[in-house]
Every structure is written in C-alpha cells, then in structure tokens.
C-alpha cells in the first residue's frame, strides 16, 4: 500500500548517544520534508530533498543531519543527542501533478532525550 | 520569503455555530495554499487545496489574492471538528519548501 512510515514511533535515548529515524515512503516521490513539532506547537522545516543525492537545510537550525541515497529512503541522524533536541519529528513527501500538489505525512516520531 | 500566518491560536466555537479560521500569507510569485488538520492522537492530512477548489467534511475556502488570505469556513461546527489546523503554502517553482503558519486549536463547545 502506498504510504509513508517512519520508525521508531517512539523513542527515549540518554544524552550523548547516536540515533536515526527512519522515513520510507512507497510512492516513488521526489520530494522529501522532515519537520520538528513541539505538542500543538508549529511545525519548523528543517531539511529537505529534491531528490537522490540532494539535501538543503530548511528554515530552523537542526544539529540534525539527513541523507538521500535511494529515492524512497531518507534518514535524520542526531550523532549525539541532548535533552534539547526532545521534541516529535514528522517526515513528508510530495507528489506534483497537474492537478497540483498533495504532502502526505508520516506518523511522526516522538523522540525523548533523558 | 514566503511565510504564513495564523492570528488566532485559539478559537472556541458552539456547537451548530459559524467557525471561521483566519489565515493571511506573504508571497510574491503565484502559491498554493492548504488546510491541514491535525486530530488527536492522528498525523497531519490534508484537509483543503485551495486548487481544488472543494468542499472537505463541510470546510471551504476561497483563495483571496487581493488580500492574501485563505480563510477556512464551516456554516455549523460539530464536535468532530475539534482538532488542530494548519495553513500551508507551498510554490511550484523556487525552492518548493512548504511553508506552516503556527497553527489554531479549535474547539467546538457541545
């Protein structure tokens, strides 16, 4: 079925340690969103990919970095984890066409640094 | 810069009543703008494009170019419609990021 997923869905790590999140999507989309979002705060882009081997930095400064090796794979990685860095992650993609343009989101991973 | 906003973080409304969600954007090229909604305990989808020019779960919105806004409207709140809302903008050419205001909570009062 097409969709896109996202894992873990839930996480809590110590400080100092190394995590990513894992983002698939199965509709051969080009572009590829991660966002962070506090609990029924805004959503602030913080990286984004036009396609395989194409990653830009979005609007809010992440210690986050992302990867596009495969079109349908793109991974966040925090190489060492704070406290700040708690917050839920939303991966999206993106489907263009004549009749405009549609993202769809994952479920989201909540993240948790102790 | 693109950028939205969303004045209102709050918005209580009874139930059967008129809801109104305000959203103004800044752009200097041709966007597209979405409604996004956020149930509890659910992933954001998509609720409205203003190209689609539809009706969604009894939700329209109009697409005002002259005053840059793309207010979300429903003539009679239902319980249902609790959830939080996003106004979104998006281009076809640039940088295509997609844009979020700050998003409303609204609450239909039973």
């Known amino acids: 079925e097409a969709d896109i997923y996202q894992t873990p869905r839930y996480l809590v790590i110590g400080t100092g340690k190394k995590i990513t999140l894992e983002c698939s999507q199965t509709?051969?989309?080009?572009?590829m969103y991660w966002y962070q979002q506090d609990p029924g705060m805004e959503l602030h882009l913080i990286h984004y990919?036009?396609?395989?081997?194409?990653?830009e930095k979005g609007d809010l400064s992440s210690e986050s970095t992302v990867s596009r090796i495969r079109t349908e794979h793109f991974p966040l990685t925090l190489e060492s984890a704070r406290p700040s860095h708690t917050s839920q992650y939303l991966c999206?993609?993106?489907?263009?066409?004549?009749?405009?343009?549609?993202?769809?989101f994952g479920e989201g991973s909540w993240l948790t640094v102790v | 810069a693109q950028r939205v906003t969303q004045p209102e973080k709050l918005l209580s409304v009874f139930k059967g009543a008129p809801v109104e969600l305000k959203c103004n954007y800044s752009y200097s090229g041709s966007p597209e703008l979405f409604w996004y909604v956020q149930y509890s305990r659910q992933r954001l989808q998509l609720l409205l494009r203003?190209?689609s020019r539809e009706s969604i779960k009894g939700f329209t919105a109009d697409l005002n170019k002259g005053e840059t806004s793309f207010h979300l409207k429903k003539p009679f709140a239902q319980e249902e419609d609790s959830a939080m809302y996003y106004c979104?903008?998006?281009?076809?050419?640039?940088?295509?990021?997609?844009?979020f205001g700050t998003g409303t909570r609204l609450t239909i009062i039973p």
């Open positions: 990919s036009y396609g395989v081997n194409s990653t």
């Open positions: 509709m051969g989309h080009d572009k």
């Open positions: 999206a993609s993106r489907r263009q066409g004549i009749e405009g343009n549609t993202i769809y």
């Open positions: 979104a903008l998006t281009t076809s050419f640039g940088n295509e990021k997609l844009t």
């Open positions: 203003h190209i």
